[in-house]
């Protein structure tokens, strides 16, 4: 029998006290189990997704589709993460409090960790049924989210995002790059 983990030890790696009432620029990367190069490969210093690769991309065009007060900037598939730029907005596309602050096991409707396990749920279950995986892992258990402070800052997310292709050999996420921490 598998042990689960004791959900009331996790910590959460939001930024605590933060009330999220700021801009509603979130940069997002999730990545896979792993680090497993799952998406596609980077040739040339171009993305060329595979068919999982183009779920991923097909699910966050979703994310924003299904949730009005949701759109997406930049955004990047690589083959073993993604990185995106959500912006929680109003119905006039302003940008408005995004609640992130919930209690493990009880999401919170229209935050950025539920929209991000949404997300994260679609790409799995349509990646799963691709592979005929059931109930296999995709991600890894958590992503990281930075809240987007300045027109500055978000310039320099977007050609991050952008650019991740060709700095992929670089990257601290490339397979030949990553070291678990001690």
Known sequence: MMNKPDIRRRRSIRLQGYNYSGAGFYFITV????????????????????PLGRIVAD??????????????????????????ILIVADGEGTARRAPTVERFGRPVAGSVPTIIRSFKSAVTKR???????????VWQRNFWEHIVRNELELKGLREYILNNPAQWELDKLHPANFTRDP
């Open 127 to 137: 990646i799963n049924k691709f592979r005929q995986t059931p109930r296999a892992n």
């Open 59 to 84: 699910e966050w065009i979703n994310t924003a589709n299904i949730r009005t007060d949701i759109e997406l900037d930049d955004w990047m598939v690589m083959p073993n993460h993604f990185h995106g």
């Open 31 to 50: 990545c896979t189990r792993n680090r497993e190069c799952l998406f596609g490969d980077v040739v040339d210093r171009e993305m060329r997704p595979n």
